[in-house]
């Protein structure tokens, strides 16, 4: 048997070239991070709240003022959010004396228990980093985090407000049944139809479980359970990982605050919550809404992690949908039949 080395090369070609294509384009994007967060951040947010000019124009609001309303709901909700974290920050800080002296007194309990007497707990866990100098340093470091953060926001309310321009538009397009199918807007629109699938129905279980979460810290008298419930709801929309960042804060507080029965019963609350939305009410609509499976999402996580770096957690599953419908629109128009 003969091997045709002309055609295996014309096989082999067009895969060491697309290869070749989508490791440059993932240099690249990994390169300009930064910039493509804001970017993505801002097409998932206006995608995310564009059903709401969509309802006003349908109830005869013009599409500038409806716009308009949307975007002034954004930056209220975004205000306020930063102001409820803001005042714990605050909170934080006046407490510090009270969670520093607590701290101390469960440290120098250890040196009672029988299998660590003899270990320097001291040089195990230091509590330089509450000395009033490191605190002034983190206090200089917030507030300039504070100046990017505000950057950012700006850049972000900006390429909404251009975003829900243009949605905005193809929905008028679409009522009146003139849309361009072939334009790049609507082209990724249709591909993002599964976003907002995807979002809906992570924040609709994100929110249940974080007004539970509030209330249930609110009886075991955690401080700031309003904050934690929040951070909840916005840690819910990273895959896998998110439950757990978004538990350790109330954890360490309550146990700071009330001793280990109170986090126990915390870190017991928050995960029988979590399994109920996650693996019972969560799974049921996700398999009638989207077609996405568990190792997907762990490995959209990982590689959009790697890419784009924190926010990429957030941006996994969404960005994943995306550029999954894409290929299947270019595969229905290359090869109709398939």
Not at 112 to 117: D, M
Not at 245 to 250: G, S, W, Y
Not at 314 to 329: D, E, W, Y
Request: glycine share 8%.
């Amino acid at each position: 048997m003969t091997i045709n080395r002309g055609e295996s090369i014309n096989t082999i070609l067009p895969v060491l070239v697309a290869t070749a294509c989508i490791v440059v384009i993932i240099a690249g994007m990994k390169a300009a991070a930064p910039l493509l967060n804001n970017i993505f951040l801002a097409w998932l947010l206006a995608y995310s709240i564009s059903p709401l000019p969509h309802w006003l124009m349908r109830k005869r609001v013009p599409t500038g003022l409806a716009v308009l309303l949307t975007l002034l709901i954004v930056v209220v909700g975004g205000l306020a959010i930063a102001s409820l974290f803001g005042l714990s920050v605050s909170g934080l800080i006046q407490k510090l004396p009270t969670y520093q002296a607590r701290l101390t007194e469960v440290l120098g309990s250890l040196h009672n228990l029988p299998f660590i007497k003899d270990l320097d707990v001291d040089k195990v866990k230091s509590l330089e980093m509450f000395s009033p100098a490191n605190l002034v340093g983190y206090a200089g470091q917030v507030l300039g985090g504070i100046g990017g953060i505000l950057g950012n926001a700006l850049l972000i309310i900006f390429l909404v407000a251009i975003l829900l321009f243009e949605f905005a538009g193809i929905q008028e397009d679409a009522e009146k049944n003139s849309v361009k199918k072939n334009t790049l807007m609507a082209r990724f629109q249709e591909a993002s139809k599964d976003v907002k699938t995807y979002v809906a129905i992570t924040g609709a279980t994100g929110l249940m479980q974080a007004i539970v979460n509030t209330i249930l810290l609110a009886v075991l008298g955690v401080d700031f359970a309003i904050t934690w419930g929040v951070l909840f709801f916005f840690f819910n929309f990273i895959p896998a990982f998110g439950f757990a960042l978004a538990l350790i804060p109330p954890l360490i507080i309550a146990f700071l605050e009330s001793g280990w029965k109170v986090a126990l019963a915390v870190g017991i609350g928050y995960w029988v919550f979590n399994f109920v939305g996650d693996n019972i009410i969560k799974p049921r609509f996700m398999k009638k809404g989207l077609d996405i499976s568990i190792l997907t999402i762990i490995l959209s996580l990982l590689v959009w992690s790697w890419v784009l770096g924190s926010i990429g957690a957030i941006l996994a599953i969404p960005l994943t949908l995306a550029i999954k419908n894409l290929v299947t629109q270019y595969t229905s128009e290359v090869h109709p039949s398939a």
